[in-house]
């Protein structure tokens, strides 16, 4: 599933454009562009309102800016807000309007200059939203990382509310936007923290390096432009910096024992005995 780094990478390359795809095509920039239609290919895509309403709606609405909150992907437009989530195999390319559909085109809005913007979801798992008010549906999530207001301070008090296992806690959305499987695992390794430790016996220090390591690999991830680990997303790096995440059997980077893997909440989960002993 894209995290944070590779929707942040997308939502980037729908506002300035040069994003590369697999087939050598460079995708253009559609912030600023008018929608002059709009379908749906596959009505369940659509979470609300409708897939009629969506694409009786849609056209005539310019694009103001793109941007994301969490993993979803936010289109403000003239009087509405588009919102995508992504999922398990979601991507949006921009196309020519003439190309011929792909077999996993579920949703596609058309432009002026002969441009389209495709959302392909080969699961059917990702949706679609287009609401006016978008805290409709992102009024559940926590903060943002990378947010200026994310404080170290608000992260210590916010896991000591809890008594949960750091591993599903930092993939709960309502606590943490944005984390998923890969980077939870990459922050807890670079934090030196078992990831079933309960949330409320971190100490201020502990919080401290946690709240550090998650900014850096999300930071680090963007810098890459996402990781690209199998067909889902291609187009980063960030694959070749891990430290942890699938890297079972292998050295561990800072004191060479074999990664091993775990199973947390039905989630592969890859850490290093020694560092991140549990009792540590």
Not at 73 to 88: N, T
Not at 113 to 137: S, Y
Not at 163 to 170: G, V
Request: one cysteine or more.
């Amino acid at each position: 599933m894209p995290e944070l780094p590779e929707v942040e990478t997308i939502a980037r390359a729908l506002r300035i454009g040069g994003r590369v795809y697999p087939d050598g095509s460079v995708g253009q920039a559609v912030q600023g562009q008018i929608i002059q239609s709009a379908a749906v290919l596959w009505p369940r895509t659509v979470a609300y309102p409708t897939a009629a309403e969506v694409e009786a709606h849609l056209p005539g609405q310019s694009i103001l800016q793109i941007g994301r909150r969490g993993k979803f992907l936010v289109f403000s437009l003239d009087r509405d807000h588009l919102l995508i989530h992504l999922r398990m195999s979601g991507d949006l390319i921009v196309e020519p309007v003439d190309r011929p559909l792909a077999p996993h085109h579920r949703f596609w809005i058309g432009f002026q200059d002969g441009l389209r913007l495709v959302f392909n979801d080969p699961r059917k798992f990702g949706r679609i939203w287009l609401t006016r008010d978008p805290e409709n549906v992102l009024g559940g999530l926590g903060p943002e990382p990378l947010s200026p207001e994310f404080t170290p301070q608000e992260f210590f008090t916010r896991l000591q509310k809890y008594h949960r296992q750091l591993k599903p806690l930092l993939l709960d959305q309502s606590f943490l936007a944005g984390l998923g499987n890969i980077y939870s695992d990459e922050a807890l390794h670079r934090a030196r923290l078992h990831p079933l430790r309960l949330s409320h016996t971190l100490q201020q220090e502990d919080a401290g390096r946690l709240w550090q390591a998650i900014r850096e690999v999300l930071e680090e991830g963007i810098l890459k432009q996402g990781s690209s680990i199998d067909w889902v997303y291609r187009g980063g790096d960030f694959q070749d910096s891990f430290r942890a995440y699938q890297r079972t059997g292998q050295p561990c980077p800072n004191c060479g024992t074999p990664i091993e893997r775990i199973v947390v909440g039905q989630r592969s989960t890859h850490y290093c005995p020694h560092c991140q002993s549990i009792d540590r």
